[in-house]
């Protein structure tokens, strides 16, 4: 499927992908959108409720997701079509024909699963058309919510990747000096799987062979990154240095068999004593050095071939790599491995 060269799935993996953040979706508006193959609008009703149904309508095929001065609309709780005027409630199903006053027509838009998490918007792609099978339980604060600062982000592509590319760095501790530039491997632990979601862990000297960073103003200190997985798709990365607690989350969604989009997502715990919700010091440099890091490896998936079966070199790489290639592979239709 799509242009890179060894991709062995016909199909998207099934699971959750982000398509955007709850900010950018404001009551009675209406967005066009595009995702896994499928031309959508995606709106947000009067009351507040957020829908995403195939684009066309059922009539004659307008795109009620098409903006400007004669697009569709919001009226109420429904979607008003531009061509006729026709309205279609949140579940895809007739509301009101303007002109025929006491009439419907028994016809169905395709809707989708939609979810708001922590002000992630999450939709749900299943190669088989289930609904979906668990629930994204939302970042992974250490205590208390109260103390992150406010959600930040950066959103790119289209990128030539695949979803799960950002996740199978927790399999690779030998591309850290060359792509991101640390001092040393990581080390990683075996992954663990727990329902929906799967994780491992990372010890990382940070400053390694520096007197002093931005980061490590007092010299080196070990830290640790948890990796936190849902599907093939959802993946977060939690710093812990020393009690500064940083989380990335990183979403690879496609638009078509070859292009995504990518969502960056940082929070970071606030600096001690601070109450503001502006991220300052330490914690500002962490938040921007995430979104700046994590495409550094863009470069490469772009122009890779996929190896369904690659060179490992002794018995770590082997386990985990093929670990978690084993595990992605069960969301996509053709398991491979
Ligand atoms: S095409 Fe939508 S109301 Fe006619
Ligand atoms: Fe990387």
Redo the contacts with the bound molecule.
């Keep these: 499927m799509g242009l890179m060269k060894g991709w062995p799935y016909t199909d998207f993996a099934t699971g959750w992908y982000q398509i955007g953040y709850s900010k950018e979706f404001e009551n009675g508006t209406i967005q066009p959108a595009k995702w896994f193959n499928q031309d959508l609008v995606i709106f947000r009703t009067e009351s507040g409720v957020l829908a995403a149904m195939d684009a066309y309508c059922p009539h004659m095929g307008a795109h009620l997701g098409h903006r400007g001065q004669f697009g569709g609309k919001i009226c109420g709780e429904n979607i008003q079509c531009p061509w006729h005027g026709w309205e279609w409630k949140t579940d895809g199903t007739n509301a009101r024909i303007p002109y025929k006053d006491d009439a419907t027509v028994n016809a169905q838009i395709e809707t989708k699963h939609i979810r708001e998490v922590d002000g992630i918007v999450l939709m749900w792609f299943d190669h088989e058309g289930k609904p979906p099978s668990y629930e994204w339980p939302g970042f992974p604060y250490i205590g208390d919510k109260s103390d992150y600062y406010p959600i930040d982000w950066t959103v790119d592509g289209p990128h030539r990747v695949k979803p799960q590319f950002p996740m199978e ?1 927790s399999a690779d501790p030998h ?1 850290f000096p060359y ?2 530039g640390s001092g040393v491997d990581a080390e990683f632990t075996d992954y663990v799987v727990n329902g929906p979601e799967c994780g491992n862990k990372m010890y990382m000297t940070f400053g390694a062979g520096k007197e002093r960073t931005w980061m490590t103003p007092e010299g080196p200190v070990d830290g640790e990154i948890d990796n936190f997985f849902w599907g093939a798709s959802l993946g977060i990365a939690r710093f812990n240095i020393n009690g500064r607690v940083c989380i990335h989350l990183t979403v690879l969604t496609p638009i078509d068999d070859d292009y995504c989009t990518f969502f960056s997502t940082v929070t970071h715990n606030r600096e001690p004593g601070a109450t503001g919700d502006v991220p300052e010091g330490i914690a500002k440099k962490m938040m921007e050095a995430q979104h700046v890091q ?1 495409r ?2 863009f470069h490469i998936w772009a122009n890779m071939m996929y190896k369904v079966r690659p060179i490992f070199t002794g018995e770590a790489e082997q386990t985990r790599y093929a670990f978690i290639r084993k595990h992605f592979d069960q969301f996509y239709p053709n398991p491979v491995y």
């Design positions: 760095n591309h792509v991101h994590i550094n490896d």
